[in-house]
């Protein structure tokens, strides 16, 4: 009741909104702090049927099915027949089944090529991208860049507080490169406490750049159960993606080397090879 008084008394503000669009954020302003939804659809139609793709007696999702007077020819003839809701019940069961194993596909490929423990990428889907994205390079004349992360000291964690300790800070540490990284970066775990990140279109400057903005973002968050955790990183850039795979993979492992024997906690770009 408490709910269907809140709706009541929201209506007044709907109904004094001047237009469509005003309207319709009212609506949606009135109903978030009483129905929790993740959106809110308003289909201006003359019939609509509304079909659950059931399975295993789960409802997986809905079948929409709408129709306005455009659609046929004669007016009367908008509303659904009990024959037309009968078929789209029946369509609606065999898509739910469609549904169901399409999506455990791709929940099982996502598995294949995930790491269990981040959700980032695993060694094998980032091999693959790099080969893929330095054969773009190649074919449009862009500069590609990888970045190697190492977490320093990390068995140490380990040894003190425990593999509990260790997997917390390898969540932590992969949820910054998500919030560092761009949407076309692609974030890898490549190892136990190595990340990788394949940097399309990025030049050696920018690829440091952004290298150097997650070490700062490390120190800033003070993860680890010391507060005190801090990466080092090796930067490798292939000037038009002429660089061979294998051979940008080792620049950027030797840059990485390089920062742990100057003293961790830092940025190494690797010096720049001709094709």
Same mark, same amino acid.
């Given at each position: ?24 954020? &009212? ?104 080969? &893929? ?18 977490? %320093? ?57 952004? =290298? ?7 120190? &800033? =968050? ?5 507060? %005190? ?42 010096? =720049?090879?001709?094709?």
């Amino acid at each position: 009741m408490a709910g269907l008084e809140a709706i009541i008394d929201a209506t007044a503000g709907i109904l004094a909104a001047q237009s469509l669009e005003a309207t319709l954020q &009212a609506m949606a302003d009135a109903l978030a702090p009483i129905v929790p939804y993740a959106s809110l659809v308003v289909y201006e139609v003359a019939s609509i049927l509304v079909a659950p793709l059931r399975v295993g007696g789960r409802v997986q999702g809905t079948l929409n099915v709408w129709r306005e007077a455009s659609d046929v020819e004669f007016a009367e003839d908008v509303l659904f027949t009990p024959a037309e809701m009968m078929l789209i019940e029946r369509f609606a069961s065999l898509a739910a089944i469609a549904y169901a194993n399409s999506s455990q596909r791709e929940q099982l490929r996502t598995q294949a090529l995930t790491d269990e423990l981040t959700g980032l990428y695993n060694r094998r889907h980032c091999e693959a991208a790099l080969l &893929a994205v330095l054969e773009d390079g190649r074919r449009n004349h862009e500069t590609t860049s990888i970045a190697y992360f190492d977490i %320093d000291a990390f068995k140490s964690i380990n040894d003190a507080f425990g593999h509990g300790a260790g997997d917390e800070a390898l969540r932590r540490f992969a949820e910054v490169l998500r919030t560092h990284t761009r949407a076309g970066d692609l974030v890898c775990r490549t190892g136990g406490e190595e990340f990788t990140i394949v940097l399309p279109r990025t030049d050696a400057p920018r690829a440091r750049r952004l =290298a150097e903005r997650i070490n700062e973002a490390v120190r &800033a =968050a003070r993860l680890g159960p010391r507060a %005190d955790l801090t990466v080092s990183a090796g930067v490798a850039t292939a000037e038009d993606s002429l660089d061979h795979f294998d051979r940008l993979v080792q620049r950027a492992d030797g840059a990485l080397l390089r920062a742990k024997r100057e003293g961790r906690d830092r940025v190494v770009l690797a010096d =720049a090879v001709s094709a």
